[in-house]
């Protein structure tokens, strides 16, 4: 799913909500949690999971293209815990449904 067919299912739920409204408030959701994530705060959504950051230290690689050498510098990157009731309901949906592909596939 991505952002816009999300704001399209919130305003057809939702009949009273014009489609401008579901995107302002999926707009300002998703900016306020940019912010936190920024802010270097938690946020966590229950039943769905948490998103934090993570610290990446520096480190070599290697330029797979001409082998050589690189320095790969520091970086925070984001990061996603599913919750526990999100696993269940994923794993409750796979169960049953053996005839689909995994998302590997």
Known sequence: ???SELIEL?????????LNDAEKIVDAILEEMS?????????ELRGFGAFSIRHRPPKSGRNPKTNTSIFIEQKWV?????GKEMQERLNAARKFDASRPSPAD
């Open 10 to 18: 919130i305003s057809s739920r939702r009949p009273f909500l014009h």
């Open 78 to 82: 984001p990061f996603f815990k599913a």
């Open 35 to 43: 912010e936190a994530l920024m802010r270097g705060d938690r946020v």
């Open 1 to 3: 799913m991505i952002k």
